[in-house]
């Protein structure tokens, strides 16, 4: 892994403006220039005509895993997709669908994939098809359409998601792809609306098409699949082992939500051990279901938003007609990109507990000089958070199954063992971590919510239901984001991640990886453990169910040209 900072310093401290343009820059989708007929056919000779072929370079959200001049190409519908793939199986080439390359890990392209590489980007998002309403309860979209556009049609029929990821640039191909989700449970007497789903956005699919094998023909064709077949289940968290093309999914109406932030209490209280009462996460989730805590790093008091159902606007909530309504997060304010700059330029890491406190100082004066503390408003408005232009940084990233009653067990052993781990660790001198720990609670994939007799769960999802323990409705997701480039980072998260495996074993809980975050953690890399890989990973899972993926995404793509030399190692 390449752990360069993904933003250009010089020898002083960076800029606001350089971190910004960085942030900018890694945005957009780097295009080098339109292909050279000549040069094209030589290279990529019998390449489909009507497809426009262009030089490319990747880089994925935090910049750890880049590459340039690779080729790619921007199909303007299913037919082109096909075509493009046909021309890679017959002439030895793979291909990598690509969204909006909002993620973490090597799922794409692998770090050290060059120009040379028979490796060929396909932008889904070029040309993105839909949304349209199939019914009241459904939509059709194509897999480049991104989130805030799926939701922004939904608003405007009165329906909605019953939760999201925050960021809106995510390709729904893409989130589906590597079972993106939301923060929601059922609150304390709240029935579910048809149309809801607490799980992930994968577990909303109700049919899906993709460009798969076709034994008979000899060929790669486009099928279509519904929920109820065996080998949708393998497709519907595919990890990018596929290539969906358009999905059905299911949807409800929207329900406005209130979303309250508060920095006011201590991380003792709202992860304290269970049963101690107080304002505990716990208490949070009876109340509303929905809340995500932030807690800074060296800092003593997260940033909780809590949101509820609110079909009318409460006395002192804010009315918002559109989403990110937390400037001071969307960029980087001065006083944050002055020490992002100070860590990086000078290497001055020391500086973690000075950075932690200046992000929650602007979170909590943020949130009152913003009027944003209470904001009311359709679903959309207030789950849609993250903009490209925030601060990048690397991730980890975990669920930990569990049964409702034991969310706060889990939330408080987890937050004690980091707590205790960054004090030793910042004892030695040693500052690994430099940004928050993000912990939310969803449900999981119930194929029941779907409405579809016989649905299948997702088998790759980490939100799949455990056979062996049906007590277990819930997933507590804890993420610990820092700076790419930190000293000892990759060694502090291993020793997180042992933590939540040996702790978290399936006795009253049980960890899965965050397919798009890192994990994976030898002492110097993410995505690199043997063990972790070969075995904690399948395990997770059930020896059966990851044998039924693998073998079923084998078949579809006996020829491998959907994946990566990561992908191979992974799914062996």
């Not at 709240?190 to 000899?218: C, H, I, M, Q």
């Not at 799949?464 to 820092?482: I, K, M």
């Not at 990759?490 to 020793?495: T, V």
Request: glycine residues 10%.
């Amino acid at each position: 892994m390449d752990n360069s900072p993904p933003l250009s310093v010089g020898s002083g401290p960076l800029s606001r403006r350089g971190l910004l343009r960085g942030a900018a820059g890694l945005a957009a989708v780097p295009v080098l220039g339109t292909a050279d007929r000549a040069v094209a056919a030589a290279e990529l000779p019998g390449f489909p005509a009507r497809v426009a072929l262009y030089r490319s370079a990747y880089r994925n959200w935090a910049g750890e895993i880049t590459a340039d001049g690779l080729w790619a190409c921007a199909p303007t519908g299913p037919q082109q997709v096909l075509a493009v793939v046909d021309w890679a199986w017959r002439s030895g080439w793979r291909v990598r669908a690509r969204g909006r390359s909002h993620g973490w890990s090597p799922l794409t392209i692998t770090e050290g994939t060059g120009a040379d590489s028979r490796v060929l980007l396909v932008d889904m998002a070029a040309h993105p098809t839909g949304p349209t309403l199939e019914s009241d309860s459904a939509v059709r979209a194509g897999a480049g359409v991104t989130l805030e556009a799926l939701l922004t049609f939904l608003e405007g029929h009165g329906l909605g998601l019953t939760a999201t990821p925050a960021p809106g640039d995510l390709t729904l191909g893409g989130a589906l792809a590597i079972d993106a989700h939301g923060t929601a449970v059922p609150a304390d007497g709240e029935r579910p609306l048809p149309g809801s789903t607490y799980g992930s956005l994968s577990n909303r699919v109700l049919e899906l098409t993709a460009v798969v094998w076709d034994a008979g023909k000899g060929a790669y064709g486009l099928r279509t699949f519904r929920r109820e077949e065996a080998d949708c289940a393998a497709l519907l968290t595919h990890l990018g082992r596929a290539l969906v093309t358009e999905v059905v999914l299911r949807v409800g109406p929207d329900t406005p939500l209130r979303c309250v932030s508060r920095t006011d209490i201590p991380a003792r209280e709202l992860f304290a051990a269970p049963g101690s009462g107080g304002r505990t996460l716990e208490s949070r989730l009876r109340r509303s279901g929905r809340v995500e805590a932030i807690w800074f790093a060296f800092t003593e008091f997260p940033w909780l938003k809590e949101w509820s159902l609110a079909p009318v606007r409460p006395t002192g909530s804010r009315h918002v007609t559109a989403p990110y309504n937390y400037p001071f997060s969307d960029s980087v304010p001065t006083p944050v990109a002055d020490l992002v700059g100070r860590l990086v330029a000078d290497a001055a890491w020391y500086l973690a507990p000075e950075l932690g406190a200046a992000q929650l100082a602007v979170a909590s004066l943020g949130l009152a000089a913003t009027d944003c503390a209470d904001l009311w408003g359709p679903s959309k408005n207030t789950l849609l958070y993250v903009r490209p232009t925030t601060l990048r940084v690397t991730a980890s990233g975990y669920a930990v199954l569990t049964a409702r009653a034991g969310v706060q067990r889990v939330v408080h052993e987890f937050t004690r063992y980091y707590r205790e781990l960054l004090t030793a660790y910042a004892a030695r001198g040693r500052f690994p971590v430099n940004g928050p720990v993000e912990i939310r609670v969803s449900g999981l994939d119930h194929p029941c919510d779907t409405g579809v007799p016989g649905a299948q769960a997702p088998l790759l999802s980490a939100l799949r239901p455990y056979a062996d323990r049906p007590e277990w409705d819930s997933a507590v997701w804890l993420d610990v984001l820092t700076l790419p480039g930190t000293p000892y980072a990759e060694a502090f998260l291993r020793e997180l991640e042992r933590f939540l495996l040996d702790t978290c074993d399936g006795g009253h809980a049980l960890t899965r990886v965050e397919w798009s975050k890192g994990w994976g953690y030898t002492t110097d890399a993410a995505w690199s453990d043997e063990e972790v890989l070969g075995t904690a990973v399948p395990a997770a899972f059930g020896p059966s169910v990851w044998r039924q993926a693998v073998a079923t995404l084998d078949r579809l793509d006996p020829h491998r040209v959907f994946g990566n030399a990561f992908l191979d190692r992974l799914l062996d």
